[in-house]
């Protein structure tokens, strides 16, 4: 049942209907080069799940290439693919959505649907969402979204009340992640604060106060891609409530995912 909430908080960054607030300006700069989208290219990464008290370690591979051309509202992007299912958040960030460049800033536009042990299937569509900017002051914020949806859980109406947005991390001169050492760094996090309020028919009730229950922060090398990504997810729900719900009082996960071979053309 946790993992199954821990899954629920992690995809409900995508069950958003998302369009950019792009709040970095009109300066787009040089072209961003840090996730070379050539067709062809191709990055393989180790996730690694780690162990919590209900939760043991777990170890997966993804493949994420760059696919065909494609044309979403009239705007040329890149399609995103993987060879299997999307273990790691930044592969199932990416797959089977649509990336573009546009100045120094990469964006992306698309939909995915997911079933596989949640309550009902969850479908999001991202719109122009941008997700780095490269020479980006650490802390500006790049896009940002809000609203809210509802979904069942156990017979329960659970209603979302998120932020979603995207903020620079800043950059550094390097990185060494899984025994190789990459170069010109930049960085970026995605952070999704998450309300959840129950329709319990007598009444509305707080289930989770606001807070930062999902961040992920991505380490992108120039002209190479994204070579490491810490995600961590945690909540804690509200200390009190009148009814008994079948959702652990608080828990943590974290999941890295480490570039291991990789194909620039």
Same mark, same amino acid.
């Given at each position: 049942? /946790? ?10 960054i995508?069950?958003?209907?998302c369009?950019?607030d ?15 989208i ?7 990464? %180790?996730? $690694?799940n780690?162990e919590t ?5 777990s $170890?997966?591979? %993804? ?14 992007f890149k399609?995103?693919k993987?060879?299997?299912i999307a ?17 120094n /800033? ?5 939909s995915v649907?997911?079933s596989a ?5 969850l479908?999001?569509s991202?719109?122009?969402f ?9 802390? =500006?914020?790049l896009s940002s979204?809000?609203g809210?949806?509802? =979904? %069942?859980y156990d017979?329960?109406p659970?209603?979302?009340t998120y ?8 950059? =550094? ?9 990459y ?5 970026? /996090? ?5 309300k959840?309020t129950a329709?319990?028919? $007598?009444?509305?009730?707080e ?5 930062? +229950?999902? +961040?992920?922060? =991505?380490?992108?090398?120039k ?6 990504n810490l995600t ?8 009190s409530l009148?009814?008994?719900l079948?959702?652990p009082?608080s ?15």
């Amino acid at each position: 049942m /946790k993992s199954k909430l821990f899954l629920l908080l992690a995809l409900s960054i995508f069950t958003l209907s998302c369009s950019s607030d792009d709040s970095s300006g009109e300066d787009n700069g040089e072209p961003a080069t840090s996730l070379p989208i050539v067709s062809g290219n191709y990055w393989a990464y %180790d996730v $690694f799940n780690h162990e919590t008290s209900n939760t043991p370690e777990s $170890f997966a591979r %993804d493949s994420v290439y760059v696919g065909n051309d494609t044309l979403i509202n009239s705007v040329a992007f890149k399609k995103m693919k993987t060879l299997t299912i999307a273990n790691g958040f930044f592969s199932g960030t990416l797959k089977d959505n649509g990336l573009r460049i546009d100045g120094n /800033k990469m964006r992306i536009t698309g939909s995915v649907n997911f079933s596989a042990g949640l309550p009902t299937p969850l479908g999001f569509s991202v719109s122009d969402f941008i997700i780095l900017k490269e020479n980006a002051t650490a802390g =500006q914020e790049l896009s940002s979204t809000n609203g809210s949806f509802t =979904q %069942d859980y156990d017979g329960i109406p659970l209603t979302f009340t998120y932020i979603l947005k995207s903020v620079s991390d800043g950059s =550094q001169s390097s990185l060494t992640s899984n025994s190789a050492t990459y170069s010109n760094i930049t960085k970026t /996090k995605v952070i999704l604060n998450l309300k959840i309020t129950a329709d319990v028919g $007598f009444a509305v009730l707080e289930v989770m106060p606001a807070q930062n +229950v999902l +961040v992920s922060t =991505q380490y992108y090398s120039k002209n190479i891609g994204m070579v490491y990504n810490l995600t961590n997810i945690s909540y804690t729900l509200s200390s009190s409530l009148p009814i008994t719900l079948p959702i652990p009082q608080s828990g943590s996960q974290t999941q890295e995912e480490f570039l291991d071979v990789y194909q620039i053309n």
